[in-house]
């Protein structure tokens, strides 16, 4: 079964840490793999896209990492903002046209 | 100057009644989605549509109807609706099916009584 795992479920953490959040899914064939932000009330905005041959890829303070023997994926948050403060959400594309989306982590930036 | 738009933004109504939801994207793509967002924030996809023919149908029960009139709009109408419709959806368009970059609407908040 094509599934998308996240974890934490939350977390919160304080103004100017860092973090990481974890993502495993078992979709095949596999695509490419996203991370959205998801801010209260508004759309999911698209933070990085990496295909299979991409370990690494990073968008200012967000990095996120990808190994796809281990089907895992990590999204790192470098000195974190007020403004993290948002669902992340993993999304795998299945070869062809499906999306599967994992149920998100839900951060709380903290000053 | 907004991407994808949608409305109405909220939307409150009683079950039994139909109603539709607009969405518009002027970024000029060949693809449109439409997804459901339930209470527990889990995404997930309904239709899509590439240059107004359906490509993606996942299980959606026969009371929701997407429409494209053309490649800027995908319109979604509910028929007959139910306590259980009550979700936020999102519209989202891409460049092509097999385009990275997903850019999604506002999303409309859905309430059934």
């Known amino acids: 079964k094509n599934q998308v795992e996240q974890s934490p479920q939350s977390l919160i953490i304080l103004e100017g840490k860092n973090c990481t959040l974890q993502?495993?899914?078992?979709?095949?064939?596999?695509?490419?793999l996203r991370w959205y932000k998801q801010d209260t009330g508004r759309g999911p905005v698209s933070l990085t896209i990496m295909t299979f041959s991409e370990n690494t890829k990073s968008n200012g303070r967000y990095t996120a990492t990808l190994d796809a023997d281990t089907k895992q994926s990590s999204l790192h948050i470098t000195a974190s903002q007020l403004s993290d403060s948002a669902s992340y959400i993993c999304v795998v594309r299945q070869y062809g046209q499906n999306f599967v989306f994992g149920p998100g982590t839900r951060l709380s930036v903290l000053p | 100057d907004t991407a994808v738009s949608q409305t109405p933004k909220y939307l409150v109504t009683q079950m039994g009644n139909d109603k539709s939801i607009k969405c518009e994207q002027n970024?000029?793509?060949?693809?449109m989605y439409w997804y459901k967002q339930d209470s527990k924030k889990f995404l997930k996809i309904m239709f899509s549509y590439n240059n107004k023919e359906l490509i993606i149908n996942e299980t959606v029960p026969n009371r929701f109807s997407p429409k494209s009139p053309d490649k800027a709009h995908l319109n979604l109408h509910i028929n007959s609706l139910e306590l259980g419709d009550s979700a936020v959806y999102f519209c989202a368009s891409s460049q092509g099916p097999n385009s990275y970059e997903q850019y999604f609407g506002p999303g409309t908040r859905l309430t059934v009584t």
């Open positions: 993502c495993n899914y078992t979709v095949s064939p596999f695509s490419n």
């Open positions: 970024l000029g793509h060949d693809t």
